[in-house]
């Protein structure tokens, strides 16, 4: 069983940044992609990003490209998303998630079977 501990959400104002780090249980880390989601009230959960196991593969959605960053410490078993120029339509709970399949890098909701408890992060105008 994986377990995944997501923290660093917060309030924030729009156009500031913050961290989010994802901190993971288990011995096989670095096979696996990782990615964040997020989740707006009344929407579905969308991709945000993932990384592949070496940490050299990245994918973003279009909607944070060169704004988010997502980058991973295989040695502390953490995987993490830095959230710069943060915008009122970034306000959601953001999630963790581990792929499913080992080294398979993918964006698709449905391909991630661990799941974090999910950190608030709020925008204000």
């Known amino acids: 069983q994986v377990q995944l501990v997501e923290s660093g959400g917060g309030l924030v104002q729009a156009g500031g940044s913050l961290r989010l780090s994802c901190a993971a249980s288990?011995?096989?880390?670095?096979?696996?992609?990782m990615g964040w989601f997020r989740q707006a009230p009344g929407k579905e959960r969308e991709f945000v990003a993932a990384?592949?196991?070496?940490?050299?593969?990245?994918y973003y959605a279009d909607s944070v490209k060169g704004r988010f960053t997502i980058s991973r410490d295989n040695a502390k078993n953490t995987v993490y998303l830095q959230m710069n120029s943060l915008k009122p339509e970034d306000t959601a709970v953001y999630y963790c998630?581990?792929?499913?399949?080992?080294?398979?890098?993918?964006?698709?909701?449905?391909?991630?079977?661990?799941w974090g408890q999910g950190t608030q992060v709020t925008v204000s105008s």
């Open positions: 998630a581990r792929g499913a399949r080992l080294y398979r890098l993918t964006m698709s909701v449905a391909e991630y079977d661990y």
């Open positions: 990384i592949s196991g070496n940490g050299i593969i990245t």
């Open positions: 288990g011995r096989t880390f670095s096979m696996y992609a």
